[in-house]
Every structure is written in C-alpha cells, then in structure tokens.
C-alpha cells in the first residue's frame, strides 16, 4: 500500500524581535520551496489551545493539497468493496486497487455498487488489473453542522412514520430507507475524518459528533424494527397514546442531542434528562407479556438517545463557562 503522505519536519528557530514590540520567526526554507510561497502571500495561521501554532499556506487551504492511495488488491485480506466506506471517510480523493493476477467481474460489480452508495464518489477505470475511484466531494466545502441536521431530519421523518401508523393514519413520506441515513453518515465521517486543518478543540468536539451520528445510524435501525412491529400490532386506546407519547418525546430528545453537540446548552441537557425520565415512566406502563418486542425497541430507542445525550453534554466542558474552573493547582 502506498500513500501520499507528509512527513513531519521539526525545525527550531530563535524568536526575533522587530521594533520596540514585535517578535518574528524566519520561515523555513524547505517550507517556503515546496509550497511557492512567495512575497505578498497570505498565510493561515491557527492558534491551539495546546500551545501549538500552524501556518498553512493559502494555496494548500484552497485545494492543492491531493490525497491519494494505491493498494495491493492481491495482498488485501479483505473484499475489495468492503475497504472503501473507510478510504472515502478517511478523506481519499483518489483510490487504486491494482492486481498482477485478476480482478474478478464481481468485485468490480461490488465496488460500483458500494461507491453509488457515497455521494461524490465514482469508478472512473475498471479492467482486470485495476479499479480506480475518484472521490469529487470537496469535504471543506461541507457544512458540518448541516450534515448533522439533515441526519436529524431524515431520522426524525422515521420517527413520524412510527408516529403515524400507531395512530393508525397515513405515513406522509416513507421514502426515508437505511441507505439514505447512511449516506449522510460516511458523508460526515468525511468532512471529519478527511479535514486537514482542525483544531484541538474541534478534534474533540468532532470526536463527539462521530459517535453520535454512529448512534443515530443505530436509532434509524431500531426504528425501522419499531416501524414493522407497529405495522402488524393491535393496540388498544391506552397503548396508543403511550407509545404515541413516547415517540413524540423521542423526536424532542433527538433535537436535544443535535443541538446540544453543536450549540452546547445546559438548559438542552437539562431538558432532554426530563424526556428520558418522562418517557420512561410512560413505557413502564406498558405490558412486556403483550406485545415484547414493541417494548424492547422503545427501551432500545430511549436507551441510544440518553447516550447520545450524554455524549453531546461533553461539549460543555468544551466551552468557557462562567462556573468553570481549568488547570487548578494546589
């Protein structure tokens, strides 16, 4: 396998000063060579909170910057197809498969198959000896927050189908499927996985997002499961309107948890904790000797979300709060 990677270089420079007040550094030359950087250019620098500081240059920021793999399908343990999802959310631009004996007409078939299942990508070469993949999807170019929210949304649009048939009435949209939760999901774990310029601070907050939007896939499945318990149950008036209730409350909670990941707020936290009480409560009334397995995905969505829940309050920690104190020393 081989890879277009960068190799770290560390460097010391003495600190400068300029004027009365100015410090400076020179930048390196290797640097300044391989990048073009010339007289006028803009330089990005970002500032962590670990005490780091990083210069990119304009140029890289804007694109230049080609990340590319080639692997040895014939040394690979694994189907071929199966690697993809994972070199498309670690952010390759440009995947090769290369095989001195053949390629197989079913592993080509498999690999198209996986990759119009990731938005961007496309099989652009396909013989006996290579498959070659090109991922077009820009990820700085995707908005984090809104990939989260479209997750939100094309969840809480199952949860309304739930909603629906247990009230016995028409599902408005039942277009939404698995796949399409998916999507968005390798679509995020892109934008996160394959983003070159991020802070500390961002890096967790991101690692936070990337757990929560592995328990939505699994909210998705569980509600899919719910979806054709309701479908073929009879339920009486008091279990309608406490699974009704519940539902209801779980697409409140799932708001909380998106909101809080990305606007962190106590009063969310506070407000999705209640929902999680409430809604046990309700479920507790319900018989597990009647109808098992529609109780058991009730408990199983509740159960995610609290997760979900707890993982987005991290990111309170992350933010300057008034009643914070950091780096305490005795």
């Known amino acids: ?16 000063k300029l004027g009365s007040s100015s410090l400076f550094i020179t930048l390196p030359k290797k640097w300044i060579n391989k990048w ?7 330089i ?6 670990d005490g780091s500081l990083k210069l990119i ?13 080639k692997i040895d399908a014939d040394s690979l343990k694994q189907p071929i197809a199966s690697v993809i999802p994972c070199l498309y959310s670690l952010g390759y631009d440009e995947i090769v498969f290369e095989s001195r004996k053949s390629i197989s007409q079913k592993d080509v078939e498999e690999v198209i198959g996986v990759t119009k299942q990731m938005v961007g990508a496309e099989v652009t070469e396909a013989s006996e000896s290579k498959i070659k993949i090109e991922c077009l999807l820009d990820t700085e170019k995707v908005g984090l ?7 939100l949304n094309t969840v809480s649009k199952k949860v309304d189908e739930a909603i629906a048939l247990v009230s016995k009435e028409q599902p408005r949209d039942t277009s939404t499927n698995h796949e399409d939760i998916r999507r968005l999901y390798l679509m995020l774990m892109r934008r996160i996985m394959g983003s070159k310029y991020e802070t500390t601070r961002n890096m967790t907050k991101n690692s936070l997002i990337v757990i929560n939007s592995i328990t939505l ?3 998705a499945s569980v509600l899919e499961k719910l979806v054709m ?13 406490i699974v009704k209730s ?9 708001d909380e948890v998106v909101m809080t990941v990305l606007f962190p707020s106590t009063k969310r936290v506070l407000n999705g904790l209640n929902l999680i009480r409430e809604s046990r409560a309700e479920l507790s009334q319900l018989d597990r000797g009647t109808n098992p397995f529609l109780l058991e995905y009730l408990e199983d969505l509740i159960s995610f979300l609290e997760r979900a829940l707890e993982n987005s309050s991290c990111t309170l920690f992350l933010e300057d709060m008034p009643w914070i104190e950091r780096n305490l020393t005795p």
């Open 57 to 69: 240059a304009e140029r890289v920021k804007l694109g230049v910057n080609h990340k590319s793999i």
């Open 145 to 151: 927050e809104s990939l989260l929210r479209r997750m």
């Open 44 to 49: 990005l620098i970002e500032v962590s909170d």
């Open 246 to 254: 519940v539902l209801k409350k779980s697409n409140d909670l799932l």
């Open 36 to 42: 073009s950087v010339k007289p006028g250019d803009k």
């Open 229 to 241: 318990v309701i479908r073929s149950s009879q339920l009486d008036e008091k279990r309608i309107q």
């Open 1 to 16: 396998m081989e890879e277009l990677n960068n190799a770290k270089d560390i460097e010391t420079r003495k600190v400068q």
């Open 217 to 219: 896939l699994n909210v």
